[in-house]
């Protein structure tokens, strides 16, 4: 048996297999014979994601198997194994599913099995549709079931962004930037369709509360009018300095506030701003254009320190750039399964309702490489690795200008 496990879910045994293979099909039992329908594997790990039912157990994903039971003679790739396991981590299914890929190796063929936990936060979208099981099919979820699953999420979530911020009130938030947003997040099918108010709207999305009748502080961060009055550490202190000396004057530097879209796009900016291109001899023939950071490199390493930072803390996202380096510091240590000795490898969303947005607007292209991606920009570009430092306050990543 090969395991791709995605996080810490209980992995079924042959024993459980041999007894859902014989079962019929249910609203936690999907079997397929296709290997190459990824649009049906999401469907299905979005709709188990959702429960709705609410029988609060994992969903099954039967690959290699037909309607009746019986195997199909399946021979399992490891390009199958790789393609099922990415669909955790390519942004299409948000906010991302928890689940486990494993192979069976059984008399009459393989049999891959896609494990896949109820989420704690509910609606789960794949490609902007809410999936869910009616019975033995999937279906797109309605508004009134959407709204159910919106409901259940009040007394399950867990993730700070995902809490009620019970100062505010649905006027401080700026409603058309709301608009905007629900364009990137929502298939354009179920808002033309869409006939909820504001408050559902906002609620299917993570960004409000039902039982406080306020928004929650993910909302608050994409869409508040002045999100520093409920969380004063959310902006992102830039420093440009002279020399290599904290304490130098320095040339440039800016609190970057606002709602979080508008940041973003700020820093991008500065990053543009900041990197310089010269001309470098590759050989006695040959010269290339190249620059002293990878742009992509500081917009990868930046995003994620404002997805995985404490939002609850008061110390802002830090953003110095050196003469020989740029230092990038985020509130709060490593979260979840990421340790010192795992990291980057593995990693966990202390914001998984910012990360989900991120991913919508465009700023996040695919979630767990953003700091592989880095480096490996680093290293093509000439410039030595970053360097990270690890303490239970914070993360701070180093990146050294190329020649230095």
């Not at 990415?86 to 494993?102: C, E, H, Y």
């Not at 992102?236 to 290599?244: N, V, W």
């Not at 750039?321 to 202390?350: C, K, M, W």
């Amino acid at each position: 048996m090969e395991s791709l496990t995605q996080n810490n879910a209980m992995l079924i045994d042959e024993t459980q297999l041999l007894a859902l293979l014989t079962d019929i099909e249910s609203d936690r039992v999907e079997r397929t014979i296709s290997t190459s329908d990824t649009d049906k594997f999401a469907q299905a790990i979005c709709a188990f994601s959702n429960d709705l039912p609410s029988h609060r157990q994992c969903g099954y994903l039967l690959i290699g198997v037909n309607d009746d039971g019986s195997l199909s003679g399946l021979q399992v790739t490891d390009a199958l194994l790789l393609k099922l396991g990415a669909i955790r981590s390519d942004g299409n299914v948000l906010p991302s599913p928890a689940m486990s890929v494993q192979k069976f190796s059984l008399t009459g063929g393989d049999v891959v099995v896609v494990e896949v936990l109820p989420s704690d936060m509910p609606p789960v979208r794949y490609k902007g549709r809410v999936y869910i099981r009616v019975g033995p099919r999937k279906a797109v979820a309605n508004e009134q079931e959407e709204r159910v699953l919106s409901e259940r999420r009040i007394s399950s979530a867990r993730s700070f962004d995902a809490r009620p911020c019970v100062e505010a009130k649905l006027e401080d938030l700026a409603l058309g930037q709301f608009d905007a947003y629900r364009r990137e997040a929502v298939d354009a099918e179920t808002i033309a369709s869409n006939h909820r108010d504001i408050e559902q709207q906002l609620a299917s999305l993570r960004m409000y509360d039902f039982e406080r009748a306020c928004p929650t502080f993910a909302g608050i961060l994409l869409f508040g009018k002045n999100p520093r009055f409920f969380l004063p550490g959310a902006y992102i202190q830039y420093l440009k300095l002279p020399g290599t000396d904290l304490t130098d004057m320095p040339e440039d530097q800016a609190e970057v506030s606002g709602d979080l879209s508008s940041v973003l796009r700020e820093l991008e900016l500065r990053i543009k701003s900041l990197v310089q291109t010269s001309m470098r001899q590759i050989n006695t023939l040959e010269e290339r254009l190249s620059s002293d950071y990878p742009e992509w490199a500081l917009r990868e390493f930046l995003m994620n320190a404002i997805m995985h930072r404490n939002y609850e803390s008061n110390t802002p996202v830090r953003f110095y750039v050196f003469s020989d380096h740029i230092e990038i510091q985020s509130p709060g240590g490593l979260y979840g399964e990421a340790t010192t000795s795992n990291f980057p490898t593995r990693n966990s969303y202390r914001n998984p309702v910012i990360a989900e947005a991120m991913k919508s607007l465009g700023f996040v292209n695919r979630f767990g490489y953003g700091v592989q991606r880095a480096q490996a920009l680093l290293k093509e570009n000439g410039n030595v690795p970053a360097e990270f430092e690890f303490d239970d306050r914070a993360v701070l990543v180093k990146i050294y200008r190329r020649g230095t």
